[in-house]
């Protein structure tokens, strides 16, 4: 890692979707620059076929963050859990949804394609975790990993920033919470069952839809509903406490799916489940609309009528408290099918009391010290 350039090209192959295997159709201009350029994917597509590329193929470019922390404070009244660690920055799983997209334009990027072939690495992220962990300040409250961008994005499969940051959770029985809609994380189930083990991890599997085609759609670069229902499976028998989580939750396009989604969760293995409505904050109502235009012609008004019936009349509502569940006759009709479904297949949370994870076993490293050779210090 300490020989790798400041950015290098990863391509894995895939080619769907309008520029292939993305998720946005172009990149709309940065929010905070003056003059903004609209970059339509039709563009970007002639433009790779003029340099000798094949038409609709954008390569990933991975840039190093320098950044000299690992841990994030978090600072929002309407999310469980004050600290985070976000390994990349931008995602390749492209999903159109993404609230995330906007952060790429806090550096100087757009929200569009960028966001998801312009991914900035912390390739020092476990080191610095270590050290964070081992200061004496730090109590071993619990820590979420994806909750901004996915750490098990396929990126990850290379370059292992997730996997080496959960090596240092593990050695000190650190408690994390994880997102994710990767099965890639069935790769680290040796780090995740001995968290579990000092009650010191929680998982949550993004399943948005069971139809592949929609999926492939939303999300054209994350595992396939039947991957992510396996994943949710495998974890559970590993002893990994494990929730669906069946974010977003987009009006007329997958809403009809909760109770499915729901039981076929449950039958895998779930033992709760979360949602959260469709979330829409600066350049993603551009990117969304042009999605839904292109995927859904006849029924992008329909879709639109129901948004802004969840959010009073607007695209989008940022207030604490209202932005993950919306208001109005629809948000609450959602809310109740969630409701009835989950308690109807056990995971309402009455069957199985999860309860927080434990900080109890934590215990810092012992910098100098790493993976096994760290055990020895236990006394």
């Known amino acids: 890692m300490l020989g790798m350039p400041e950015s290098f090209e990863y391509q894995d192959g895939l080619t769907q979707g309008a520029v292939r295997g993305r998720g946005a159709g172009l990149n709309p201009g940065n929010r905070f620059e003056a003059v903004r350029l609209h970059v339509l994917g039709e563009h970007l597509d002639q433009v790779a076929i003029e340099i000798g590329g094949t038409a609709g193929q954008v390569a990933t470019q991975v840039f190093r963050d320098h ?132 009650n010191a991890v929680r998982v949550a599997v993004s399943l948005t839809s069971l139809d592949p085609h929609l999926a492939a759609k939303m999300e054209p670069r994350a595992s396939s509903p039947a991957d992510r229902l396996h994943t949710i499976k495998e974890l559970n028998q590993a002893g ?86 919306g208001t109005g006759t629809f948000a609450a009709h959602i809310a109740e099918m969630f409701k009835i479904y989950a308690r109807r297949h056990g995971l309402d949370g009455r069957k199985n009391k999860l309860g927080p994870v434990s900080s109890a076993g934590f215990r810092p490293p012992i910098l100098g010290a790493s993976g096994q050779m760290a055990l020895f210090s236990d006394g």
């Open 240 to 325: 990994v406490p494990v929730v669906v989580m069946v974010a977003p939750i987009i009006p007329a396009i997958n809403d009809r799916e909760i109770p499915n989604i729901l039981e076929a969760a449950a039958q895998a293995g779930a033992i709760g489940a979360h949602y959260v409505l469709l979330r829409l904050p600066y350049q993603i109502k551009t990117l969304f609309k042009d999605w839904l235009v292109k995927h859904f012609p006849n029924r992008a008004k329909h879709v639109e009528t129901l948004i802004r019936d969840t959010r009073g009349g607007e695209l989008y509502d940022a207030t604490y408290g209202v932005r993950m569940r």
């Open 67 to 198: 950044t000299r922390k690992a841990i994030n404070r978090v600072d929002s009244p309407d999310i469980g859990f004050n600290w985070s660690i976000n390994p990349y920055r931008g995602c390749e799983h492209g999903c159109i949804y993404c609230y995330a997209r906007p952060f790429h334009e806090m550096l100087g990027l757009s929200s569009g394609l960028d966001f998801e072939t312009k991914i900035i690495a912390k390739l020092d992220a476990p080191k610095l975790l270590r050290k964070e962990l081992a200061s004496p300040r730090w109590k071993g409250e619990t820590i979420a990993m994806s909750g901004v961008t996915d750490c098990y994005q396929p990126l990850e499969a290379r370059l292992r920033i997730t996997r080496g940051c959960l090596e240092v959770l593990a050695e000190c029985r650190q408690p994390v919470g994880i997102v994710t809609k990767n099965r890639l994380i069935l790769r680290d189930l040796d780090l995740l069952t001995e968290l579990a083990r000092h």
